[in-house]
């Protein structure tokens, strides 16, 4: 107890107080730009976490099925993450990547054990959005080709570029485009952009790539970048056989096939570490992030050594690349994740909420489509299940009456209409049913608007 007592006095004071929610949201209103909002009308002040679970300032508690915008993959204070933090945190957090620390070399050799087939070469970096950029570069490099084809509704983060391939909503001021980036369709299929129904669409979405590239380069592209399963846009998971077919267009055209993974990756799809296995399709590039550092800051790319082998230190470097900190915690994530045997739990419990889910869009004419897979569903919400309106106004009540109920949700698609569940991997069979009553209810209250 006395030793407690002695840390707990080195920490700052100000942290070390009790503060009200409306004093840290008036702090937050006076200091903070306006980019940082909240989801929330009613802000919640969260205080502490515990597995899949968060407790506000005034104790009450909260199922995430949102996990931190799909980050805390492993949930809150797992005992292993914590110990790993304090343990490294006590000997070596930060120091730059121009010297050698023992948790970067063995982070990038825990990911070649765990990579797609042939990626063994790592760069670390701290975010997704930088993972985009530094990968997009060494792939300009080695193909020689200033090209990049990405996908409709796909969202690829905020920096420059990977915000120009990211068709999501986001454009909020008049901005074209680089002139090197191209799109393509993606396999949505519950609004086909061609009008056509699955499966008897031969694939005109994946089919339309050779198209793009034929008319919109000059018949040879650096990359294709997709998500496995696009997040923001919603969601959207493409059937397997759009990738193998996109795939071989992009090999046609000498071009390098990126799986962003910031979301799907580390397990949450089920199964398998990444996304993109279920497809059969051995991607080039591998770009890592979110779940990655289970809420540390991390991201960085995988690839072929022949890929990397130009990409060298006069092209790119990251301040905080590498630290030990992010590293050794990382490394912990996948401990964990092995440990725990959450790639088979990710499909089991994933199939216990969709088939919930499944029977609320049956029951419930607010419910359009419910998609997805393993840890990573969508649910899709209309103001008529024939003309697909999107129910953006009702979103917006369902997420505040589950968040009333206990319960936090995700929001995402074009027109803010699709709840997002990704939660963390240490959900339970009982918490996923009671998320599902609370849901059920707020798709009652909401549909009663239409």
């Given at each position: 107890?006395?030793?407690?007592?002695?840390?707990?006095e080195?920490?700052p004071k100000?942290l070390r107080?009790?503060?009200t929610d409306?004093?840290?949201?008036?702090i937050?209103?006076q200091?903070?730009?306006p980019a940082?909002?909240?989801?929330?009308?009613?802000?919640v002040?969260?205080?502490?976490?515990?597995g899949?679970?968060?407790?506000?300032h005034?104790?009450?508690q909260?199922?995430?099925?949102?996990a931190?915008?799909?980050?805390t993959?492993?949930g809150?204070?797992?005992?292993?993450?914590?110990a790993?933090?304090k343990?490294?945190?006590e000997?070596?957090?930060y120091?730059s990547s121009?010297?050698?620390t023992?948790p970067y070399?063995l982070?990038?050799?825990?990911?070649?054990?765990?990579?797609p087939s042939g990626?063994?070469?790592?760069?670390i970096?701290?975010?997704g959005?930088?993972?985009?950029?530094?990968?997009?570069f060494?792939a300009?490099?080695?193909?020689?080709?200033?090209?990049?084809?990405?996908c409709?509704?796909a969202?690829h983060?905020r920096t420059t570029?990977?915000?120009?391939l990211?068709t999501?909503?986001?454009?909020?001021?008049p901005?074209a485009?680089?002139?090197?980036?191209r799109f393509?369709?993606?396999?949505?299929?519950?609004?086909?952009?061609f009008?056509?129904?699955?499966?008897?669409c031969?694939y005109?979405?994946a089919?339309?790539?050779r198209?793009?590239i034929?008319?919109?380069?000059?018949?040879a592209?650096?990359?294709f970048?997709?998500?496995p399963?696009?997040?923001?846009?919603?969601i959207?998971?493409p059937?397997?056989?759009?990738?193998r077919?996109?795939h071989e267009?992009v090999?046609?055209?000498?071009?390098l096939?990126i799986?962003d993974?910031v979301?799907t990756?580390?397990?949450?799809t089920?199964e398998?570490?990444w996304?993109?296995q279920h497809?059969?399709v051995?991607?080039?590039?591998?770009i890592?992030?979110?779940?990655?550092?289970?809420?540390i800051?991390i991201?960085?790319f995988?690839?072929?050594?022949?890929i990397?082998?130009?990409y060298?230190?006069t092209?790119?470097?990251a301040?905080f690349?590498?630290n030990?900190?992010?590293?050794?915690v990382a490394?912990?994530?996948?401990?964990?994740i092995?440990?725990?045997?959450?790639?088979?739990?990710?499909?089991?419990?994933g199939?216990?909420l969709k088939?919930?889910?499944?029977?609320?869009?049956?029951?419930h004419?607010?419910v359009?489509?419910v998609?997805?897979?393993?840890?990573?569903?969508g649910?899709e919400?209309?103001?008529?299940q024939?003309s697909?309106e999107?129910?953006?106004?009702?979103m917006l009540?369902?997420m505040e009456i589950c968040?009333?109920?206990?319960?936090?949700?995700?929001?995402?698609?074009?027109?803010g209409n699709v709840?997002r569940?990704?939660p963390p991997l240490?959900?339970t069979g009982?918490q996923?049913?009671?998320?599902?009553?609370?849901?059920?209810?707020?798709?009652?209250?909401?549909?009663k608007?239409?």
């Amino acid at each position: 107890m006395l030793v407690k007592q002695m840390t707990d006095e080195l920490v700052p004071k100000d942290l070390r107080k009790a503060y009200t929610d409306k004093e840290i949201l008036e702090i937050e209103k006076q200091h903070l730009a306006p980019a940082v909002g909240h989801y929330y009308e009613d802000p919640v002040l969260f205080v502490r976490g515990d597995g899949a679970k968060l407790e506000d300032h005034a104790g009450k508690q909260y199922i995430d099925l949102f996990a931190g915008i799909c980050t805390t993959i492993t949930g809150y204070a797992h005992p292993k993450f914590v110990a790993t933090l304090k343990w490294q945190a006590e000997r070596l957090v930060y120091t730059s990547s121009l010297y050698a620390t023992i948790p970067y070399a063995l982070l990038v050799r825990k990911l070649a054990e765990i990579a797609p087939s042939g990626l063994s070469q790592s760069f670390i970096v701290s975010s997704g959005s930088e993972a985009i950029e530094a990968a997009l570069f060494m792939a300009r490099k080695f193909t020689k080709s200033p090209y990049i084809v990405a996908c409709h509704h796909a969202y690829h983060g905020r920096t420059t570029l990977a915000r120009e391939l990211s068709t999501s909503g986001w454009r909020t001021i008049p901005e074209a485009h680089p002139s090197g980036v191209r799109f393509t369709p993606n396999a949505y299929c519950y609004r086909c952009q061609f009008g056509k129904e699955y499966p008897d669409c031969d694939y005109e979405c994946a089919r339309y790539l050779r198209e793009v590239i034929r008319t919109e380069t000059n018949r040879a592209i650096a990359a294709f970048i997709i998500e496995p399963i696009q997040g923001v846009g919603g969601i959207i998971q493409p059937p397997q056989e759009y990738f193998r077919i996109v795939h071989e267009i992009v090999k046609e055209f000498d071009g390098l096939f990126i799986s962003d993974e910031v979301q799907t990756g580390f397990g949450r799809t089920g199964e398998k570490w990444w996304g993109i296995q279920h497809s059969g399709v051995e991607p080039d590039i591998v770009i890592m992030a979110k779940g990655f550092g289970g809420g540390i800051p991390i991201g960085g790319f995988m690839t072929r050594p022949e890929i990397a082998e130009d990409y060298t230190g006069t092209d790119s470097f990251a301040t905080f690349g590498g630290n030990p900190l992010s590293c050794a915690v990382a490394l912990s994530v996948i401990e964990i994740i092995q440990d725990n045997n959450y790639l088979s739990k990710a499909s089991q419990m994933g199939s216990q909420l969709k088939t919930q889910l499944d029977e609320m869009k049956a029951k419930h004419k607010i419910v359009g489509d419910v998609r997805g897979q393993g840890m990573m569903i969508g649910v899709e919400l209309v103001r008529d299940q024939d003309s697909k309106e999107p129910a953006t106004q009702e979103m917006l009540k369902v997420m505040e009456i589950c968040r009333e109920e206990g319960l936090l949700i995700g929001k995402g698609g074009f027109d803010g209409n699709v709840v997002r569940i990704q939660p963390p991997l240490e959900l339970t069979g009982e918490q996923i049913d009671e998320a599902c009553i609370i849901l059920d209810k707020a798709l009652s209250k909401a549909e009663k608007s239409l």
